[in-house]
DNA sequence: AACTAGTACAACCGCATCGGT
DNA sequence: GACCGATGCGGTTGTACTAGT
């Protein structure tokens, strides 16, 4: 069996997890609990008597990733991925404290389904934005009248226009729903941060041509849908 | 059919924080 | 209060899978 002569030709494994192992890691925090990882990982014995080869850590992340009770497998749902959004855009890249708010996801998924699904989303519909915004470029003088973007205050976090009397949102994020704040949380967001630093200065607010449409989250099937 | 590029996801790594002594 | 091991978290990497050529 590969599993065996693997298992008995190393001492603490890596990589991915074979099915026998998922049992025995199953059985012992059944025994022990799911807190004390490198205990359990000791205690647990040699392979050949039932033991897990793997070090404590590595036996939590499968556990809480894989095979703790009332994880949802499979793919994550409108809502769900609106509900990341939002907190994303209110916390930012706080994957564990995201992930509590919805039951069943784990920080490790939902920072992969941001990474692999939404941060594209969000660039393809910010590209399209900018592709508008360049079609409408003899427009801009004109709507420039109305959005003044502060360069200033956009750094320092409060990403408003100096001039907001048209009751309009402003800027490219802010049509997104994201705030710089959460933008410019990591390495990846800096990119939106650069990209939506190059584009507020010619970029028209979505809102502002969209302005009978003020629900944040209304525009999932407009926007994201964009093939 | 073979190769390549892109995508998705599981797992690892390093650092920060917590808790016990 | 200092130290140290355990745990938690976020970023990154490795790899399997799929689609395109």
Redesign the pocket.
Known sequence: MVYKAVMQGEKL?????YEEEDKQLITFVTILGD?????LARVSGPYDSGGIK?C???C???W???LRPNIK?G?ISIEEEQIILQLHEQWG?????IARSLPGRT???I???W???LR?KIMQAREQENLQCAREDGKQDFLFQKVDFDVQTYEAGEHKPVDDTSGTSNTCSDALGFSSSAVT????DVRFFDWDYNCTESCISYTARNSDDNDVWGWSDSIWDMN
């Open positions: 494994r890596k990589g991915p997890w807190r004390k990882w490198d205990y793997r404590g850590k590595s939590r992340l499968r809480l990733n894989y497998h793919d890249n706080k994957w564990a404290r920080d490790n998924e920072k992969n389904y990474r692999t699904h594209r949380n990591s390495p990846y």
